[in-house]
């Protein structure tokens, strides 16, 4: 089905599923997403911004020049998504025990691309980023704590300030720009 120009109100989404529907410039920041499930769904330029995501699911969707500014995914599975050229400023990427708002638990965002998304001022905690595309992104003041960032591609990303505290980098492609970036943020420079 084709959703196309809608506004979604706090109720309209409760305990549904969707499986390969189309999502053309929705607005859902006023949405109250609660016992959702989305497999194969495409959000073409739609706003999700500052929306409530509570035991919400998203299995190989895609999100083209949508925007998913400043939310909180501790209650979202996310499973092989594409967030390519999506605009994500201020979100929290972290996953949360069952019945408990404090203690974390790993959050497996393998499979998904982040290729030219806007993921400025955003924190990644306890992450499983193995072999996830952040190419061309931007990641200004982005905070990577705790995550695994195996075979990750960081090729064109705009790295500035991004933070990698206590994270596992291991054949993690960066070009010399990203390198020169990073290095920089850890107080090293270049000799002439």
Known sequence: MIYKNINFAADDLKEKDFGGDSFIHCDFAKAD????????????????????????????????????????????????????NAVMENCVFQQLKAGNKSLRKEFNLRGCSFMNTDLSHSVFVWCNLTEVKFGSAKLVSTIFEKCNLSESDFTGADITGAGFENSHIDKTLLDVEGFVSFGGSKGFKLSQ
Do not use: M
Not at 40 to 49: Q, T, V
Not at 51 to 77: E, G, H, M, Q
């Open 33 to 84: 997403f609660k016992f959702i499930s989305f497999r194969e769904c495409k959000f073409e330029s739609c706003n999700f911004s500052g929306a409530l995501l509570n035991i919400t699911s998203f299995t190989r969707c895609s999100f083209p020049d949508s925007k998913l500014s400043n939310l909180d995914f501790a209650d979202v599975k996310i499973d092989q998504c594409d967030f390519t």
